[in-house]
């Protein structure tokens, strides 16, 4: 554009031109920049709320793994190191009986001692504190056991019965001597293994045994 040759008049011109510049600069500035930096600004703080997140969330699975590990270590040791090694007594046939003579008849005769009679006392609920429920996992089953033993085998036959099993306990003794043979007493013992309230929950814990260890997590 040419502007007039009267200064005055290209004065005027100019101040117009100038305040249309401001004028201009003023609308970019209100409508372009200012929400340019607004968004920015949301957009930095919604990134921040959702790094706040992932962190969280990683913390979480992070523990979640801890405690999938811990859990895996305790089931370990239940399984392999007290189901598995007969430690708790198993149901043979429907019944306990089977396989608790089975167990003291091997140790008795490894030292020499006749068993006269075992018979089951049967199971047994494990005390718990005055006013908790029952819900313990196991249970006590019970053989009563009457035997003729001089007392060094008797001490032999007890440290042996217990060594084998260490979650087995003998319960309670009673010894009456014989005046035909003094050396031979006659022995009643009670025999008590801890046994699963559930005899489906050896299993049970095998399997989420065998969930836990093939449990792959996924990749991030």
């Known amino acids: 554009m040419k502007l007039p040759s009267d200064p005055k008049e290209k004065i005027k011109i100019l101040i117009l031109i100038g305040i249309g510049a401001v004028a201009v600069i003023f609308m970019l500035v209100s409508l372009v920049v200012k929400p340019?930096?607004?968004?920015?600004?949301?957009?930095?703080?919604?990134?921040?709320?959702?790094k706040e997140l992932v962190d969280a969330?990683?913390?979480?699975?992070?523990?979640?793994?801890?405690?999938?590990?811990?859990?895996?270590h305790v089931l370990e040791d239940i399984v392999e190191k007290i189901y598995q090694q007969g430690y708790i007594l198993q149901p043979r046939l429907g019944n306990y009986?089977?396989?608790?003579?089975?167990?003291?008849?091997?140790?008795a005769a490894s030292q020499g001692i006749p068993i006269e009679s075992a018979r089951e006392?049967?199971?047994?609920?494990?005390?718990?504190?005055?006013?908790?429920?029952?819900?313990?996992?196991?249970k006590c089953y019970t053989l009563r056991v009457t035997l003729r033993a001089g007392m060094p085998q008797l001490v032999r036959f007890l440290k042996?019965?217990?060594?084998g099993n260490p979650y087995l306990?003998?319960?309670?003794i009673g010894i009456t001597p014989r005046t035909e043979d003094p050396a031979q007493h006659q022995v009643s013992l009670d025999v008590q293994w801890p046994v699963w309230a559930d005899p489906a929950t050896g299993r049970n814990l095998e399997q989420r045994l065998d969930e836990a260890r093939s449990f792959v997590p996924a990749s991030s």
Do not use: F, H
């Open 121 to 138: 006392v049967g199971l047994t609920q494990i005390p718990v504190a005055t006013g908790q429920k029952d819900e313990r996992a196991l």
């Open 169 to 172: 306990c003998v319960s309670s």
């Open 97 to 107: 009986e089977l396989g608790a003579r089975e167990y003291v008849e091997s140790i």
């Open 57 to 72: 969330a990683q913390r979480d699975v992070s523990r979640m793994m801890q405690d999938r590990d811990k859990n895996t």
């Open 36 to 50: 340019l930096r607004a968004r920015r600004q949301a957009n930095t703080e919604e990134i921040a709320k959702v």
């Open 160 to 163: 042996a019965i217990e060594a």
